[in-house]
């Protein structure tokens, strides 16, 4: 059976007075249906290039994509792209722009089936009191909510990430990663999301791919993530497995590990989080 | 005594400031107009023309009592014929019942007001083929570079044209293809308006190409992502994103539009603010300059309301766009 995303021998190469600059290089990854995918890697990389190609708003160069079965050929409403700047359309309320999208995806149900779509996710993710408020009269964490209820509504066979919650501060961010795990797991929509943020990865997803720096960047590392869900933050961050996990990171990122290939398991020792899985209630909130 | 003293003295820097604002804001600009009035009065006695002196202040706001008379004795003078040919009508009817009778209409020379009037309705004809014309063609230039510099061009030659090198070629070639049995519009008016949109649409068509031009790419990648349809994008996201400089665009040429109109109306002999103006010089008598001067003084006054009008709806259009 083969992936439900299949990213093969995908490449980035721009055309430059000097010769073909290669961005990206010998890029394969396959994800099963239902996966988090994060790929995290230094700025620059070409993390988001292999996101905006997987969402069909960059060109790819050489290799392929098969989504479903199906080849990718230029954008559509079938991958949710949340963007790193919300992109809301700031003339129209934050139901219009949720509709925006449901109108085009479910362009044969009724008026005020669309609606029903729209309000239900800006109120899972916690704007149902704000549904006529347009972005400027929204925190930039709020916005990005709106961002994220309108990549959900599509019903999309893929939700594509960039960094989302990049220019968020930190306590908002928590809560906004929160706010999408939940609403990840009730629709187990397959997720690929790019950041540089370590913990978001750990907490997120069930791999975490390491791309080696450019140029020429391809996968340096995956990482698999063994905690069960439904996670809980305090109870993974008490977990011994989740510094070994994170030092392993870390020390990738920090020795650029240019072009070393492998894929190691970091298991979460299945064993111990059989016994004793993270049970938020037993653990007490850090501090 | 001294416990009181704090919002007593906030008080009075409170009722300083409001003085201050009411000065900086009312009292100055009425000093202003004052010591021009003064200044004008005092000038205009001195200098002579060849039918008498310059007019004063109070000249010409007497002129401008004139024109308004003038208009209400014009007005009472129509609505009389008008009463009058009813009469008739039904004493004819009731003497030849199989009779036929023909309403004539009413001949008189427009007055002053009927002049303004005729301005507005060509300035906003002329606004309007401009708008109708610059604002699809910014569109259109603005999504597509090559057709953005095949249109430079004739943007940059045309755009400095004055009004006066268009009517003429505007006004042979009207009388040319213009010829109705029954004309809904004079040719002057015709004439006019299409000058007026000649020379307004250069602001709309530069703008709403910018406008269109720099949208944020992250608005075009949520179409593309969404797949939206030619029809939808340039409708639910292109041009609600260049609203706002479309509309800078919009306030231009109507200013643009109302300064030339005036020339245009003068060359053309629209029957409108222009032609008043030309016809009060040709006259040459003594009520000549204060007559002109009213106009001045009406042009401009107009020219700013459409201004502010123009500002509202910029502003209304731009409202809570901070950020996306």
Same mark, same amino acid.
């Given at each position: 059976?083969?992936?439900?995303?299949?990213?093969?021998?995908?490449?980035?190469?721009?055309?430059?007075?000097?010769?073909?600059?290669?961005?990206?290089?010998?890029?394969?990854?396959?994800?099963?249906?239902?996966?988090?995918?994060?790929?995290?890697?230094?700025?620059?990389?070409?993390?988001?290039?292999?996101?905006?190609?997987?969402?069909?708003?960059?060109?790819?160069?050489?290799?392929?994509?098969?989504?479903?079965?199906?080849?990718?050929?230029?954008?559509?409403?079938?991958?949710?792209?949340?963007?790193?700047?919300?992109?809301?359309?700031?003339?129209?309320?934050?139901?219009?722009?949720?509709?925006?999208?449901?109108?085009?995806?479910?362009?044969?149900?009724t008026k005020a089936e669309r609606r029903a779509i729209a309000e239900y996710y800006l109120t899972v993710v916690g704007l149902g009191d704000a549904l006529d408020k347009r972005p400027g009269e929204l925190s930039q964490g709020m916005r990005q909510r709106v961002g994220i209820a309108r990549a959900f509504a599509l019903k999309p066979k893929m939700l594509l990430l960039d960094e989302p919650f990049g220019m968020l501060d930190s306590l908002t961010r928590y809560e906004l990663q929160q706010v999408l795990v939940d609403l990840w797991r009730r629709n187990r929509i397959t997720a690929m999301m790019v950041t540089h943020d370590v913990d978001e990865a750990i907490f997120l997803s069930d791999r975490i791919v390491c791309m080696t720096d450019g140029p020429a960047a391809?996968?340096?590392?995956?990482?698999?993530? +063994?905690?069960?869900?439904?996670?809980?933050?305090?109870?993974?961050?008490?977990?011994?497995?989740?510094?070994?996990?994170?030092?392993?990171?870390?020390?990738?990122?920090?020795?650029?590990?240019?072009?070393?290939?492998?894929?190691?398991?970091?298991?979460?020792?299945?064993?111990?989080?059989?016994?004793?899985?993270?049970?938020?209630?037993?653990?007490?909130?850090?501090? | 005594?001294?416990?009181?003293?704090?919002?007593?003295?906030?008080?009075?820097?409170?009722?300083?400031?409001?003085?201050?604002?009411?000065?900086?804001?009312?009292?100055?600009?009425?000093?202003?107009?004052?010591?021009?009035?003064?200044?004008?009065?005092?000038?205009?006695?001195?200098?002579?023309?060849?039918?008498?002196?310059?007019?004063?202040?109070?000249?010409?706001?007497?002129?401008?009592?004139?024109?308004?008379?003038?208009?209400?004795?014009?007005?009472?003078?129509?609505?009389?014929?008008?009463?009058?040919?009813?009469?008739?009508?039904?004493?004819?009817?009731?003497?030849?019942?199989?009779?036929?009778?023909?309403?004539?209409?009413?001949?008189?020379?427009?007055?002053?007001?009927?002049?303004?009037?005729?301005?507005?309705?060509?300035?906003?004809?002329?606004?309007?083929?401009?708008?109708?014309?610059?604002?699809?063609?910014?569109?259109?230039?603005?999504?597509?570079?090559?057709?953005?510099?095949?249109?430079?061009?004739?943007?940059?030659?045309?755009?400095?044209?004055?009004?006066?090198?268009? $009517?003429?070629?505007?006004?042979?070639?009207?009388?040319? $293809?213009?010829?109705?049995?029954?004309?809904?519009?004079?040719?002057?008016?015709?004439?006019?308006?299409?000058?007026?949109?000649?020379?307004? @649409?250069?602001?709309?068509?530069?703008?709403?190409? @910018?406008?269109?031009?720099?949208?944020?790419?992250?608005?075009?990648?949520?179409?593309?992502? $969404?797949?939206?349809?030619?029809?939808?994008?340039?409708?639910?996201?292109?041009?609600?994103?260049? @609203?706002?400089?479309?509309?800078?665009?919009?306030?231009?040429?109507?200013?643009?539009?109302?300064?030339?109109?005036?020339?245009?109306?003068?060359?053309?002999? +629209?029957?409108?603010?222009?032609?008043?103006?030309?016809?009060?010089?040709? +006259?040459?008598?003594?009520?000549? $300059?204060?007559?002109?001067?009213?106009?001045?003084?009406?042009?401009?006054?107009?020219?700013?309301?459409?201004?502010?009008?123009?500002?509202?709806?910029?502003?209304?259009?731009?409202?809570?766009?901070?950020?996306?």
């Amino acid at each position: 059976m083969s992936a439900y995303l299949d990213i093969s021998q995908l490449a980035k190469i721009y055309p430059s007075p000097k010769g073909p600059a290669v961005i990206v290089q010998n890029f394969d990854l396959k994800v099963e249906q239902g996966e988090f995918i994060t790929v995290i890697g230094h700025s620059g990389c070409g993390k988001s290039t292999v996101l905006m190609m997987v969402a069909g708003l960059s060109e790819i160069s050489e290799g392929g994509i098969i989504l479903a079965g199906k080849e990718l050929d230029g954008p559509g409403p079938d991958r949710g792209v949340v963007f790193q700047s919300p992109s809301l359309l700031p003339w129209l309320s934050a139901l219009d722009n949720v509709l925006l999208g449901v109108n085009q995806v479910f362009n044969s149900a009724t008026k005020a089936e669309r609606r029903a779509i729209a309000e239900y996710y800006l109120t899972v993710v916690g704007l149902g009191d704000a549904l006529d408020k347009r972005p400027g009269e929204l925190s930039q964490g709020m916005r990005q909510r709106v961002g994220i209820a309108r990549a959900f509504a599509l019903k999309p066979k893929m939700l594509l990430l960039d960094e989302p919650f990049g220019m968020l501060d930190s306590l908002t961010r928590y809560e906004l990663q929160q706010v999408l795990v939940d609403l990840w797991r009730r629709n187990r929509i397959t997720a690929m999301m790019v950041t540089h943020d370590v913990d978001e990865a750990i907490f997120l997803s069930d791999r975490i791919v390491c791309m080696t720096d450019g140029p020429a960047a391809e996968v340096g590392e995956i990482v698999e993530v +063994n905690f069960p869900h439904p996670r809980d933050r305090a109870a993974i961050m008490e977990h011994p497995d989740y510094y070994r996990l994170r030092a392993r990171l870390i020390e990738f990122l920090e020795i650029h590990a240019h072009r070393r290939s492998g894929h190691a398991v970091v298991p979460a020792a299945p064993a111990d989080a059989a016994d004793q899985p993270p049970q938020p209630e037993l653990i007490a909130p850090a501090a | 005594m001294s416990t009181t003293a704090p919002s007593g003295s906030s008080r009075v820097e409170l009722f300083d400031a409001v003085v201050r604002y009411l000065f900086l804001n009312l009292g100055v600009p009425a000093l202003a107009v004052a010591l021009f009035l003064a200044a004008w009065s005092g000038v205009a006695s001195t200098v002579k023309v060849s039918f008498g002196a310059l007019p004063g202040p109070s000249a010409v706001a007497n002129e401008a009592g004139n024109l308004w008379q003038d208009h209400l004795a014009e007005r009472q003078r129509e609505s009389d014929f008008y009463k009058r040919q009813t009469e008739r009508r039904a004493a004819f009817l009731a003497k030849s019942p199989q009779g036929e009778w023909k309403d004539r209409r009413y001949a008189g020379r427009p007055t002053y007001i009927d002049q303004i009037v005729t301005s507005l309705k060509t300035v906003f004809v002329g606004f309007l083929i401009a708008s109708l014309v610059a604002v699809p063609l910014g569109v259109v230039c603005g999504l597509s570079r090559a057709f953005n510099t095949a249109i430079n061009p004739f943007v940059q030659i045309f755009k400095p044209v004055s009004p006066l090198a268009w $009517l003429p070629i505007v006004m042979i070639l009207v009388s040319a $293809l213009y010829n109705p049995t029954e004309p809904l519009f004079e040719k002057a008016f015709i004439s006019s308006a299409i000058v007026v949109a000649l020379c307004s @649409l250069w602001p709309t068509l530069i703008n709403t190409a @910018l406008g269109v031009a720099s949208i944020d790419q992250d608005f075009l990648n949520v179409a593309r992502v $969404l797949r939206l349809s030619w029809f939808d994008k340039i409708f639910k996201i292109v041009l609600p994103a260049a @609203l706002p400089l479309i509309f800078t665009g919009l306030r231009l040429s109507l200013s643009v539009g109302w300064m030339v109109l005036i020339a245009a109306e003068m060359l053309a002999q +629209n029957p409108g603010l222009g032609k008043f103006v030309w016809d009060m010089f040709q +006259n040459g008598s003594s009520q000549t $300059l204060a007559q002109i001067m009213v106009a001045v003084f009406t042009i401009g006054g107009i020219g700013f309301l459409l201004d502010r009008i123009m500002f509202a709806l910029q502003r209304a259009v731009t409202f809570g766009r901070t950020a996306h």
